[in-house]
């Protein structure tokens, strides 16, 4: 028994009337009967989603392909240094 999840093609993230983002995903089970659905997440949800991915991505280089919206250090406010200033 396989499950797969991904984001939906063709759909983007967006934020709902009530102020939480939206995700769309796609659930497949066995390579079957595929399942549209939305994972809702509050403003406080997606910023830890936020920082979980910053953390998880920031030995990975950005791939060319990807907003540039990474940067080289990536830590809390208390401990961050701006980087090329003298």
Known sequence: ???KVERTPGLP?????D???ALPLRLTH???HPTDTTMTLTPAEA???HAALCRALDDQPAPP???DCRRT???SPG???IVGRH
Request: net charge negative.
């Open 13 to 17: 993230l967006h934020r709902t009337d």
């Open 30 to 32: 066995n390579g079957d």
């Open 79 to 81: 401990t961050a240094r």
């Open 19 to 21: 102020g939480h983002y």
């Open 1 to 3: 028994m396989t499950w």
């Open 65 to 67: 392909s990807v907003p």
């Open 73 to 75: 250090v990536q830590t």
């Open 47 to 49: 910023e830890h989603l």
